[in-house]
T-cell receptor, first 115, second 109 residues
Framework: DAGVTQSPTHLIKTRGQQVTLRCSPI?????VSWYQQVLGQGPQFIFQ???????GRGNFPDRFSARQFPNYSSELNVNALLLGDSALYLC??????????????FGSGTQLSVL | AQRVTQPEKLLSVFKGAPVELKCNYS??????LFWYVQYSRQRLQLLLR??SRESIKGFTADLNKGETSFHLKKPFAQEEDSAMYYC???????????FGQGTTLQVKP
């Protein structure tokens, strides 16, 4: 089992640019969630997709968007990058939409640096 | 407001000493509580969850609804327990997790 895979591992962008981060869930998992982790903080929820539909959105501006493909992989897009977008972006997958017995599996993350 | 608070950024203990990592939460409704752990150079992973009432690697956590707490405990710390620990909560039927800021546990030999 390869686990949740994210690409790229590291990324350097300049202010104003756009970035796309990718995530492949564990085989059989239909839900993908995205989290932003700023240095010294816990992960903060950005989006959840289940069966290609958005199931939840965190308190992030419209510059952040995401989608899920028929094979359940997902992309997170961030437009008009700001210095404050520099963070580790984590992807997590689960079998179902969520709930008491659901377990999230996290990827290793994409470290985004905005200069 | 939905919030998870871990008051200690760093907890340092000696091997064999008891450990308690504190977690307090604020949530309107019946949340599900979790502890996630990140060992050095490894991914964030689930340690235990309230609903399972399990003990993993000697750790236990009891949900105290009156005090809105979910402290993580282990009677005798081991050096391999050194890691970053995050307390998190979610609502019913949702995959959204709200994380605390994390506590670094350092177990000294």
């Amino acid at each position: 089992d390869a686990g949740v895979t994210q690409s790229p591992t590291h990324l350097i962008k300049t202010r104003g640019q756009q970035v796309t981060l990718r995530c492949s869930p564990i085989s059989g998992h239909k839900s993908v969630s995205w989290y932003q982790q700023v240095l010294g903080q816990g992960p903060q929820f950005i989006f959840q997709y289940y069966e290609k539909e958005e199931r939840g959105r965190g308190n992030f501006p419209d510059r952040f968007s995401a989608r899920q493909f028929p094979n359940y992989s997902s992309e997170l897009n961030v437009n008009a990058l700001l210095l404050g977008d520099s963070a580790l972006y984590l992807c997590a997958s689960s079998r179902t939409e969520g709930g008491r017995n659901e377990k999230l599996f996290f990827g290793s993350g994409t470290q985004l640096s905005v200069l | 407001a939905q919030r998870v608070t871990q008051p200690e950024k760093l907890l340092s203990v000696f091997k064999g000493a008891p450990v308690e990592l504190k977690c307090n939460y604020s949530y309107s409704g019946s949340p599900e509580l979790f502890w996630y752990v990140q060992y050095s150079r490894q991914r964030l992973q689930l340690l235990l969850r309230h609903i399972s009432r399990e003990s993993i690697k000697g750790f236990t956590a009891d949900l105290n609804k009156g005090e809105t707490s979910f402290h993580l405990k282990k009677p005798f710390a081991q050096e391999e327990d050194s890691a970053m620990y995050y307390c998190a909560l979610s609502g019913l039927n949702t995959g959204k997790l709200i994380f605390g800021q994390g506590t670094t546990l350092q177990v000294k030999p």
